[in-house]
């Protein structure tokens, strides 16, 4: 009588239970989303910004500029991203602004409360910010400049207005001190000036001649002394000014 034969049984197929290279695909989707998220929103920040607005990379190259960085400048962030400071601004390896990124480069942050951009012809306020790793190495730099030309412009505009107001006022005293010396050198006649209460304020040589007082003794006085009391009961001094 033949044998039976036992079958062997198969292992049963495991389903899948959706772990592993489809589930870490959806994580990386969803974490690339998040980031263009992020990147979107700093973006806008930075657009909706008045200021000028640029990060450079430890080469020098520009990584990224602002919405109104391409208006000043009048190009698109995609003709200068990738390049150099120098290959943007190909006359300025001499200027104070490659100067300032250089040194914000070996980590020192630098600050100019009044810049004058030889690029726009412009003032501003700027920052360069050295970016660091958490190790302190440098990475790149962060630049913002503030146009203050208007207020600069205001500024100067009233230091020359307090120029001339100060040259007018000296021309105004010198006029009055060749008209002081003028009348205080007549000796023909008595010249006196008097305030409107009739306190003697200048006194000339033909009055000093002529009533007898110097200018040290009269100055100050009242001009009711020139007159007898008699003379001032007969008519108010005050009406005789």
């Known amino acids: 009588m033949p044998s039976k034969t036992l079958k062997q049984k198969q292992p049963a197929e495991k389903k899948s239970s959706g772990k592993g290279?489809?589930?870490?695909?959806r994580s990386s989707d969803v974490m690339d989303i998040e980031l263009k998220k992020q990147k979107d929103f700093v973006e806008t920040i930075l657009n909706a910004s008045v200021d000028l607005i640029a990060v450079y990379d430890k080469?020098?190259?520009?990584?990224?500029?602002?919405?109104?960085?391409?208006?000043v400048y009048k190009v698109s962030k995609e003709e200068w991203i990738g390049k150099t400071f120098l290959e943007i601004f190909p006359?300025?390896?001499?200027?104070?602004?490659?100067?300032d990124l250089l040194t914000a480069l070996q980590g020192e942050k630098v600050h100019n409360l009044v810049f004058r951009s030889s690029f726009v012809e412009k003032h501003y306020e700027n920052f360069f910010l050295p970016l660091k790793h958490d190790t302190g190495e440098v990475y790149g730099?962060?630049?913002?400049?503030?146009?203050?030309?208007?207020?600069?412009?205001?500024?100067?505009?009233?230091?020359?207005t307090n120029t001339e107001l100060t040259l007018l006022n000296e021309q105004l005293r010198q006029s009055e001190e060749r008209y002081s010396r003028m009348i205080s050198e007549v000796e023909d006649y008595a010249i006196i000036l008097m305030d409107k209460n009739g306190m003697i304020e200048n006194w000339n040589r033909g009055a000093e001649k002529i009533k007898g007082y110097t200018a040290d003794e009269i100055v100050g006085k009242h001009f009711s002394v020139f007159y007898t009391y008699m003379e001032i009961g007969r008519a108010s001094c005050r009406e005789r000014v």
Do not use: F, G, W
């Open 91 to 99: 006359n300025s390896k001499d200027t104070q602004a490659y100067s």
């Open 59 to 71: 080469e020098a190259r520009l990584i990224t500029m602002n919405r109104q960085c391409e208006l």
């Open 21 to 25: 290279p489809r589930k870490k695909a």
């Open 141 to 160: 730099v962060l630049v913002m400049a503030h146009d203050n030309t208007a207020i600069i412009e205001a500024t100067e505009e009233i230091k020359a």
